[in-house]
C-alpha cells in the first residue's frame, strides 16, 4: 500500500522515536532534511530522528545520549525566541526520576517543545 499524506498535510517538522538507525543506516523523504542519533552502543535500538523542511531556518544542537534518554534537538527561530525542537526516546526499563528530566530540559534552553516516547511511570497511572 502506498500513502501519500505529505502534500496533503503540509507536514513541516516530524519527531521520530525509536528509528533503530545504526551507522549503517541510511533513510530519506524526499522534500526534508534529516538530523538523527544512533544509539552509542552501535545497535540497532531506540534512538530519535528529526524531519524537517529545508526552507526552515534550523541547526542541529548538541545529541543527548545515554542509557535512560537519547535525544535528537534542533534550534528554529521563532517569531520572538529561537525555539529548541527535540524528539526523544527513553527506554521502558528505566525509571526516570524527576531530577534526570530536569537535567534534560535543562539542556534545551527557556523555549523548547519536546515529543517522543518517553516511557514515563507513575503510581497515579498503576506503573
Do not use: C, R
Request: hydrophobic share 35%.
Amino acid at each position: 500500500m502506498k500513502y501519500n499524506f505529505l502534500p496533503i498535510n503540509q507536514i513541516e517538522i516530524f519527531l521520530i522515536s525509536e528509528t533503530h538507525f545504526t551507522s549503517l543506516s541510511h533513510f530519506s523523504i524526499p522534500g526534508y532534511n534529516i538530523s538523527y542519533i544512533t544509539h552509542s552502543d552501535g545497535t540497532a535500538h531506540g534512538d530519535t530522528a528529526i524531519l524537517i523542511k529545508p526552507t526552515i531556518a534550523y541547526y542541529e544542537l548538541l545529541k543527548y545520549t545515554d542509557a535512560e534518554i537519547q535525544v535528537t534537538p534542533i534550534k528554529i527561530k521563532g517569531p520572538l525566541n529561537d525555539i529548541t525542537i527535540a524528539a526523544v526516546y527513553s527506554p521502558p526499563k528505566h525509571n526516570l526520576k524527576a531530577y534526570q528530566f530536569q537535567k534534560f530540559f535543562h539542556t534545551l534552553g527557556k523555549t523548547f517543545i519536546v515529543g517522543g516516547e518517553l516511557n514515563s511511570k507513575s503510581t497515579l497511572w498503576g506503573s
